[in-house]
């Protein structure tokens, strides 16, 4: 597609649900990353694929979070047992080549998904 | 640890008038750095970016932002401000150290009047 496209834009569940997010990066990009971020902070880097392989996982913040990308194009970023504090803007972005921000890479990001936990 | 300070939350300027948002930045290495704006209803679209070179760089929309070592400083700004510059911006940073990890300023939320 022309731009990151993520998946539901709005989700509303209710604590102890699971939710699953998508995102389908732009066509023929490398790597794929997910960042959190809540309201009134900048986003916070959760994880990152180069094709299939998650590279960096350090910044889920509990086992509660995964993510995967099996085919190195669609990733989705699935959270069990939500709770309240799960409550943020997902984004996803995607770069042409592996090295992120490195070397004149540039990452694009796609719209978000609003997650509400209720 | 890495961080990234935009002290700045708010900042209201009149359509016409210039524009300078602060950042700056706690890094041990040679960062990249990076100046993100947030319409609303829009992803993160990126302004410009420093790498290496020359430290006035510019980027798309009119804005420019100088690196300044000395100053651990990335800021931006704009000569004039148009109605359309009303968003939020996000100064970020990585270093080859870190890998493709960006990390993000507390961000910006331009206003701009009449």
């Known amino acids: 597609g022309a731009g990151v496209s993520q998946s539901p834009r709005y989700k509303v569940t209710k604590r102890g649900q699971d939710v699953a997010l998508r995102c389908d990066p732009i066509?023929?990009?490398?790597?794929l990353y997910w960042y959190r971020q809540a309201l009134g902070q900048g986003p916070e880097f959760l994880t990152y694929f180069n094709y299939e392989a998650q590279q960096d996982k350090s910044g889920l913040p509990n086992d509660r979070f995964s993510a995967e990308r099996p085919e190195g194009s669609i990733s989705t970023l699935t959270i069990q047992r939500t709770e309240q504090r799960d409550s943020a803007m997902y984004r996803c972005a995607s770069s042409p080549r592996t090295g992120g921000g490195l070397s004149g890479n540039t990452i694009y990001f796609g719209e978000g998904s609003w997650l509400t936990v209720v | 640890a890495q961080s990234v300070t935009q002290p700045d939350i708010h900042i209201t300027v009149s359509e016409g008038a210039s524009l300078e948002l602060r950042c700056n930045y706690s890094y041990g290495a040679t960062p990249y750095l990076f100046w993100y704006v947030q319409s609303p209803g829009q992803g993160l679209q990126l302004l410009l970016k420093?790498?290496?070179?020359?430290?006035l760089v510019q980027g798309i929309k009119g804005f420019e932002a100088e690196f300044k070592r000395s100053q651990s400083s990335f800021n931006l700004r704009k000569p004039s401000v148009h109605w359309s510059d009303a968003a939020e911006y996000f100064c970020a940073v990585s270093t080859k150290a870190a890998g493709n990890k960006l990390t993000f300023g507390g961000g910006t939320r331009v206003l701009v009047k009449p």
């Open positions: 066509s023929g990009h490398v790597s």
């Open positions: 420093y790498f290496s070179g020359d430290t």
